[in-house]
């Protein structure tokens, strides 16, 4: 039993090796996938709450409409310069957007920005969900906010 179940732990664990993230192979080498939209949201205690943070949209990029592929993400060429334009906007308690918040600010990509394709980054309109004021966008390889709120 423990000959035949040894060699089978080993070929389970060597595929999971071989699965970890990195680079996703739909995106080419020269390429990333960039969010067109997120929202930043952090737990609150332990009760099971969340405390919604605002949400960024990318509006522009070198004074052009984005073209979001169906996923949500925009394709960008790696080593290249972009200028972005993004919107954001706060929620209420309950996630619903709050129109009068509305804030836009310029995020600039430099040509090492992207130093490698076949990656999916987020844009996040700031480090953390709670106590932020204004737009401040933020580039990051998660969906989850960079700091956490204490």
């Given amino acids: 039993m ?8 080993i070929a389970v664990s060597l595929t999971a090796c071989q699965s970890l993230p990195g680079v996703d192979p739909d995106i080419g080498d020269n390429t990333v996938l960039l969010s067109a939209q997120h929202c930043l949201e952090e737990p609150v205690g332990d009760n099971n709450r969340i405390h919604y943070g605002p949400c960024l949209k990318i509006t522009e ?16 060429p790696v ?42 980054w987020y844009l996040h309109a700031h480090r953390q969900a709670r106590g932020v004021i204004g737009c401040s966008p933020t580039l990051a390889p998660s969906v989850y906010p960079l700091e956490k709120t204490d």
């Fill in 2 to 9: 423990i000959r035949t179940l040894a060699p089978l732990l």
């Fill in 61 to 76: 990029i070198n004074g052009n409409k984005p073209a979001v592929r169906d996923d949500g993400f925009i394709a960008l």
């Fill in 79 to 120: 080593g290249q310069p972009f200028t972005i334009e993004t919107a954001c906007v706060y929620r209420l308690a309950d996630g619903r957007p709050i129109p009068a918040t509305v804030e836009t600010a310029t995020f600039p990509v430099r040509a090492d920005t992207f130093s490698r394709g076949g990656r999916r």
